[in-house]
């Protein structure tokens, strides 16, 4: 088949994709020396021995394996109990009713709705707006769905001002003819959270041309001093042009038990259910159960993570900052941060091989992320804070010491 | 998106998708009675109740989890050192080498698997033969991704001889272009193992056309006396024409923890692994820990299962076989059943519902797993012996009663 297909047509899509300096791919790239390896940091994920998942998760999931039967297999789109548990406290966050039986879906993490989502709602040969940067799975999803993702650029480089999407080029977009628009908020790899004027600005065009947004919220329970988050879903768009992405598996820690949610409009959340039919059945029934200490946090917990690492962030955000050439915004919202850093004497690549190899620094390249980002490294800073710090030193100095 | 989808084709390959009676639905088609549903019997999938996981999976589960850093994350194609194990205990089990590196992948799911496999092998366009009766998401998958099922014939009626694909049939799919056949052994549904000289013919015939093969041995551990199997990837087909679809969801009760691999082609494992970075970046990485226990069961836990599994098989075959109009064959491998019921006064969707409102007892139906079947029905037997044996005199009777 694989000649086959070659000689068919230019490539099958997954040849072009190159997944090798993605999180947690970086391992079989660059190893790390022996000697730096046991205590590295990496940065291209969170670390839940850091920042371990919500009390209580690990019962949950005993529970639902002794009592087996009632919970290795669910409905395709999850256990009812588990989705009422989840709709009841999505509702509530957001702002937006969440129907259980027709609003919502459990998913192997988030990364399996999301991809459930863009298969579910693009065509081949189809326009997608896509926001750049931005998380790199998106374009990646629309490019093996034989789609044209069409980038809506953020700008995110002034600390000073807030993060803006350009909703010159997503009316452009949406004119041209795409009829979706995919975007995190808060935005992967920056730590933009849009306005409530943007979001609203951003609903409103969608009405206007007809089109669905699929909104990656992952990170929006993460939000520091200062910042209000505005849930798209609860912004006047209808409901059957929406759908929000969320999960456990960054701010909770819970991604080791791989899972997530979609919630929003039935007719996708059908399709979606389908398409899941056939890509793995369900997610992992016992798995589902530990989404009922989602949201249900002990007092306090969530305001202690926040605090920990805005404390963190804070740090890494005075260290670049005072290093001559590197520039850094603020995050906003969740743990990633998007510093750019001068240009150096060795290429992208080579700086990242070296802090691997000689450092055992893993950064996640920010060419990942779209077109023109070369000079910048993302960061997930949810790590220990000490550990961090110095690495994050370390990289300054070694870009300092490479600076042209 | 929905309407601009519509408009532009037909439909969206998901729409003409129905799963209402797929293993697990049931539950929101055709509500059992109250005073039914507590003791219901289940036959659309095994009961991890009355067949309990591997002992120590769980053990192993939970060793992951407290280390949690090491394996929350890991490469999309899993943990290298699960891949390790998995892969020295599956180039034994099958008679021919496995790289840990190159030649294996973990799924969340065999399921997982099979959606990779395909989605990495078929073109939009392409045939693909397909056997009948067989899995029902493998013809699914192939009419999801735009491509063309060639159905080939296995004979499996007549209990005394041996079941025969239709070899004559493949060769005809391999001439008019298929390049890949789709199988799995036992099949499923009807529990028949390939002899050696048919999975020889299939080799043969595969390397005469250039064809690939992806043959689902999800059940080819619960053998029963009389029978061997024998397996594919050993029997003279080329290394990159061969993947091989395993898992412990099934015999070895694992299920909900969802983990499923393939071994075999590494061009293909490679483009698995990319297609899996986008759909849901890996199996969870706490649940792979349990393929750990895999192969590595206590001495004598396998003969016990497969022992417990004869029983039930020979006393379900039993009454089948002594209730007039009904055929079945005996399975040689795995825990599936496909009686063929008589001509009934109501249709094969109102008996299903009867069994189901009155009596709590859930079957797949035949046509689930091709066209023609529809007075078949699937049950998988991997339940308590008696309260099976109970459910399948109830169905008998029923039959009996509503014959025409």
């Known amino acids: 088949m694989h000649s086959a297909a070659d000689s068919r047509e230019a490539a099958h899509p997954l040849d072009n994709l190159d997944i090798s300096s993605s999180p947690g791919q970086e391992k079989s790239l660059t190893p790390a020396r022996n000697e730096v390896a046991v205590d590295g940091t990496d940065f291209s994920h969170g670390d839940v021995g850091a920042f371990p998942p919500i009390p209580g998760a ?19 789109r999850g256990h009812l109990h588990v989705r009422e548990h989840v709709a009841r406290h999505v509702s509530e966050f957001t702002g937006h009713p969440v129907d259980p039986s027709h609003d919502i879906i459990v998913t192997p993490g988030t990364q399996g709705a999301l991809f459930l989502a863009l298969s579910s709602l693009v065509e081949p040969g189809a326009k997608v707006a896509i926001v750049a940067p931005d998380y790199f799975a998106n374009s990646r999803i629309v490019a093996y769905l034989r789609a044209q993702p069409i980038a809506v650029t953020l700008h995110y480089e002034d600390p000073a001002r807030a993060g803006e999407l350009d909703l010159d080029a997503l009316t452009g977009a949406f004119a041209a003819g795409a009829q ?29 041309y007809g089109a669905f947004v ?126 750019q850093l001068p240009p150096l004497r060795v290429s992208d690549v080579e700086f990242r091989a ?9 950064v996640t390249p920010g060419n990942e992320f779209g077109i023109g980002y070369g000079r910048s490294i993302r960061l997930n800073f949810s790590q220990d804070h000490d550990k961090a710090a110095k690495a994050v030193s370390i990289i300054c100095e070694l870009a300092t010491e490479l600076t042209i």
Chains 1, 2 share one sequence.
Request: aromatic share 10%.
């Open 354 to 362: 070296l802090l691997r190899r000689d450092h055992g620094i893993t």
């Open 180 to 208: 979706l628009l995919v975007l995190s908020n808060p935005n992967n790899p920056t730590g933009v959270v849009y306005s409530p004027t943007q979001i609203d600005e951003i609903a409103a065009l969608a009405e206007e």
């Open 214 to 339: 699929v909104v990656d919220q992952l990170y929006s329970r993460l939000m520091y001093p200062g910042t209000s988050f505005t849930h798209l879903r609860a912004s006047g768009i209808a409901d059957d042009r929406c759908l929000t992405l969320l999960g456990p598996s960054k701010t909770e820690s819970l991604s080791g038990f791989r899972v997530g949610v979609a919630v929003g409009a039935s007719h996708v959340i059908d399709r979606m259910e389908k398409l899941q039919a056939l890509i793995s059945l369900r997610a992992s029934g016992y798995s589902q159960a530990v989404l009922q200490c989602w949201f249900c946090e002990p007092p306090g917990w969530m305001d202690q993570r926040i605090n920990e690492h805005q404390a963190i962030r804070d740090d890494l955000h005075a260290r670049f900052r005072a290093t001559s050439g590197v520039t850094v915004r603020p995050t906003e919202g969740g743990s990633y941060m998007f510093p």
């Open 58 to 76: 690990f019962d949950l999931y005993q529970q639902a394996f002794v009592e087996g039967r009632r919970y290795a297999y669910s409905h395709y």
